[in-house]
């Protein structure tokens, strides 16, 4: 294979979001290794078998380090159904890697306080959904980056990343963090909240009451990802998410009420759906807003810019 880019990738944590940052470095000309403690299923074999073979396993995880070695960190948190939020798989990837010559770039969720013990040199959350995550890897609906010093070395595809992300975000690791939190939340609210409102006019006991229930819901929302009335909020990440974020801020002092109550009223929900298996499935995706004819003028100004500098630093 004929690498394109001059950084070596190396994923550490090889799950989910692991494998989705690692087909997509493979797919966009990268060299691409990975580490894992376990043995992880391959996730979306289906549709890039061939695309895996590319991607070589470490048996530690700096057995590929230079200083030209970005290391992307995809460990998962655990939380407990109290809303612990565990770390140590995390922390214990990121001791593995405390002599590397290289960058490291952390991606797993962790809240805003827990962040402060862990050293790396950038925040950048995963906003993937699982059913379209290798896409939207390299072309990311928000590309937001925490940094505690001043950004120096930047690894190349952080511009691929800014270039094709519909919103950027510059600022601490802190508030990288909350803005993760931030979506997850929103997301999960609004699906709580059509959910219970779709209850309160009836139970879903047969598909003439769900159609009842979304002529009225799916007139103002129209269909809108989040905004369906049917199935709870699930998967790997918003339970999760919720759950620590309240539990902890809680802990604190601060009203999570709202909060709170959604991840009571998703539970209740969750019931509901046990007994009525048939509600809608659905599943959201980022809606990209069409690009304007000024944004990509603005584009073409800013690559032609890039092309003549980097021109006239050769003559
Ligand atoms: N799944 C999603 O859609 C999604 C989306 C956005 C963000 N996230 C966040 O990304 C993180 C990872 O999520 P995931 O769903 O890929 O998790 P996952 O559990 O599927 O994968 C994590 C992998 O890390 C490995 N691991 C654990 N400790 C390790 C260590 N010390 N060194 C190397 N590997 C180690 C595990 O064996 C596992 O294969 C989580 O914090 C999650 O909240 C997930």
Redesign the pocket.
Known sequence: MNFTQKEIITI???????QANALSFSNAGYKVYY????K?ELRYADKYAELYKTITPLASPLAQDSGNTWYII????RVSFDGEQDIS?IQ??LE?LKNTKGGIVL???VLPAHLASLHFDYYVP?????KK?VEECMTPQYFIVGSRDAISRQPSFFNLWQQRATKTFYGTPEEASYLKYLSNIWNALRVAFVNEFGNAMAYPVDKEKIAGIEKVTDFFFERKSYLRYGKSFGG??LP??TRAFFAWHKKQGKDMSLIEGMCKSNDNHQIIEKKYPHLPEWFSEWVRPQISGWVALRALKSSIQKKLKKLFRKT
């Open positions: 550490v944590g090889y799950g989910w979001v692991g580490y894992d403690t376990g992880p995809c460990v998962g948190d798989a214990g990837a593995s991606r797993s969720t995963e906003f993937l959904h699982e995550a790997h990440c999760k998410d």
